[in-house]
């Protein structure tokens, strides 16, 4: 499984990495995690997980949203990189789903 880095960060007191990629059940997986004396200080535990996940019929729409042929993986994670490699990338890819219709589950782990 080929994984996507969105965002990748390392500072003295925080390293952050955001990644997608499809998983063994053909899911687009959003992947993110921090990890540092930053995240410490704002939420009380030193690492804080966060994934967004889609399943494969509604993966469908991002094709045609990013103008992407169907099933061309590498093309359309390429598209997403483009767009969202920045810092607040899971809060902003959650809200371009809401927009675009795209169901899609969610979890935060801090």
Do not use: C
């Not at 960060?9 to 993110?32: C, V």
């Not at 990338?89 to 801090?110: N, P, V």
């Amino acid at each position: 499984m080929e994984k996507t880095t969105l965002y990748h960060q390392e500072l003295p007191d925080i390293k952050i990495s955001i990644q997608i990629y499809f998983n063994e059940k053909n899911q687009l997986f959003f992947d993110g995690y921090d990890i540092g004396r930053a995240v410490e200080e704002r939420f009380g535990d030193l690492d804080y997980e966060y994934t967004h996940t889609i399943e494969p019929d509604e993966v469908k729409k991002f094709y045609s949203i990013f103008n992407v042929q169907m099933d061309d993986r590498a093309g359309l994670l390429a598209a997403i990189k483009k767009e969202f490699s920045v810092p607040n990338a899971y809060t902003l890819f959650g809200e371009f789903m809401k927009t675009h219709d795209i169901k899609y589950s969610s979890f935060i782990w801090r």
